[in-house]
Each structure stands twice: as C-alpha cells, then as structure tokens.
C-alpha cells in the first residue's frame, strides 16, 4: 500500500489565513441546489466555498445545513499518512471505544482516487496505533481521516444528520410554502451566527421558516396576517415540540426591532396581493430588521432598492419548472 499519496495543490482550497483550519468540510448539492448552496455556504463561511470539501476556522454544526455532510474537527495534520500515523500513537481515549472513518469526498484527482481496499486499510492502519478498544458498530469516540489540498488530516467526525427530514411532515401544510431544505438554508443566510440574535418571521405562512430555525436553536418569532394560517404555524410548531410566539397582524403593525427577517413574499399567482401591497411589505421589512432574506417568485430588484434595501447576494432556488429568488438584503 502507498502511503504517501498526494494530490494536487488546489489554490482555493484554503485561503492564506486557514492554512492550518480547525475543521474541514465536506458538502454536496444537485444540479438545482447548487445555487442555493453556494450562496448558504458563502454566509455560513463568509467567503466562496471551493469544491467538495475545504477548510475553515469557522465552527458550524454539521447538521445545520442541508449540504453540509460531514465536519472533522482537526486534531492532527501532515504531508503524509505517514506523520498521521506517528500523530494518533498520542491519541487518549480514556476508556472510551473508537471508530476511524475514511472521508471519501476529496479533492484528489480521478487517477489519484482512493480505492475501497486502500480506504481501509489506511483506516486500520490508524486503529492499530490507537490504545484502546475498536467499535466499528457503536463507538462512543468517531474520528475522520480525510486527504485535502495534498495534505491529511485527522480528528473528531461528526456527520450530518439530516434533522429536517422530520419536519418535513407537517400536519399542517400547503402546496405554495417553501420546502425544508429551502427554508432551512434561508434562515442560514439570514442568522449564520445565532449568538445573541433575534428574528423574525413577519409573514410566517404555516411556520416552516420558524420550525427550521427553532430546530437550529435560533430565537424567532413568526406573525401572518391570516388568522387560519397563523394556527397553522401553531399547530406545526408544537407539533415538533418547539416553543414560540406566532402573533396575528400586518408587518406594518410592529413596533419592535429584529437583528434578522426572513420574508417570503405572497405571490400574485396565488394570492390577491397587489404590487403596492408587496412594496409595503418591503419597506416594513426595511424598518423591522437589520439583515433581511427576500424570498420571491421573481427577482423583485427595483422594488427592493426602492424599499431602501442593498441586495448584497443572491440565489435562484430551483424545483423543476419552478424557481425561487433568495436576496440577502441590508
């Protein structure tokens, strides 16, 4: 077996001040997706994100969002598996048992590619020079072994796991209302970092926007102006278990102020909203909040720099025949 196997150096893999990141990621879309996720990844990271796996001093769960699938938190780095190996003889796992898991999303080059057989076997490798007992079933310590920009890398792993699934089945729902997924990585881009935020959901609908972000501990309230759907978003929002105010009024009616909204704009295809209508919802949105995610059937450009917004990044979420615009305004 080669143990010495490197890859080619990839300039954007990791930027000049995260040379030695404390984690490294991997992440996967489709084809429709990928715009969405770029855009959740640039706010999470704060930068354009290279692909398949980088590294990042920022810490982010894995199972925030729904493209992210696997974190390591760095322990050990080297040039070779060689020095990894020498590294994880220091590994102690005070009584604890233990799993290595080969990452295979990389950044190698297809005739550099790590067949299943040498996966293993680096695995095993690692396994023997850790003192302690192996648990390939049910371990209480997991650790990752992943190659990225030509150097190794070894450490905690954790994998996503995947919690919007559930909430996908809402016993409240509608055909209009955003997906899971979508949802999930709005509030992404709207509270990348939910230390000490508030936001809000002014125009909530049944409450998916709210459900995703309470899952991710983040501190929302939601308001809709129709009095069945606001229960709706009651009902879906205990039914998950999660706890929060859904109040019943116009955006125009709040008083108070949110470090971050999330606005998904009623439709003229699907609703008796008039363009006038759609730009007092803007304006309010302008006042209410200081970071502010537009969601839209179109791309909404002069009604929103009208409202006083700055679009700074945008996305077009893609179903099918169907598409919808994601604006990070300020």
Not at 101 to 112: R, W, Y
Request: aromatic letters at 8%; one cysteine or more.
């Amino acid at each position: 077996m080669s143990t010495n196997r490197d890859s080619s150096k990839n300039a954007e893999t990791v930027l000049p001040n995260e040379e030695n990141p404390a984690y490294i990621y991997t992440y996967a879309c489709s084809d429709d997706e990928a715009s969405l996720c770029a855009m959740e990844l640039r706010c999470l990271f704060s930068r354009e994100i290279p692909p398949v796996n980088f590294g990042s001093n920022v810490a982010v769960e894995a199972s925030r969002s729904p493209f992210i699938k696997e974190r390591i938190d760095v322990m050990y780095s080297g040039d070779s598996l060689e020095e990894i190996y020498k590294q994880t003889e220091q590994v102690e796992l005070g009584g604890r048992t233990f799993k290595v898991i080969f990452v295979k999303m990389n950044d190698l080059a297809p005739e550099n590619k790590i067949e299943y057989d040498e996966r293993r076997n680096i695995e095993r490798e690692i396994g023997l020079r850790i003192e302690g007992e192996a648990d390939v079933n049910h371990p209480e310590l997991v650790y990752g072994i992943v190659t990225m920009g030509g150097r190794w890398y070894f450490g905690t792993y954790h994998k996503n796991k995947a919690t919007w699934f559930r909430q996908m089945k809402k016993p409240r729902s509608y055909s209009i209302a955003l997906s899971t997924r979508v949802a999930r990585a709005a509030v992404n881009m709207a509270v990348p970092d939910p230390h000490g935020v508030r936001a809000i959901d002014p125009c909530c609908g049944i409450g998916t926007v709210m459900v995703e972000a309470l899952s991710m501990g983040i501190n929302i309230v939601g308001r809709d102006i129709n009095p069945f759907i606001a229960a709706g978003a009651r009902t879906n929002i205990a039914h998950f278990g999660f706890e929060s105010e859904v109040t019943l009024g116009d955006i125009a009616d709040i008083e108070e102020h949110y470090d971050a909204a999330v606005v998904d704009m009623p439709y003229n295809l699907y609703s008796s909203i008039t363009p006038e209508e759609q730009f007092a919802i803007l304006v309010n949105a302008r006042r209410i909040a200081d970071r502010v995610v537009i969601v839209a059937i179109e791309a909404m450009d002069e009604m929103i720099h009208a409202a006083g917004f700055e679009i700074v990044d945008r996305c077009v979420a893609k179903k099918g025949a169907f598409s919808r615009h994601l604006m990070l305004c300020l």
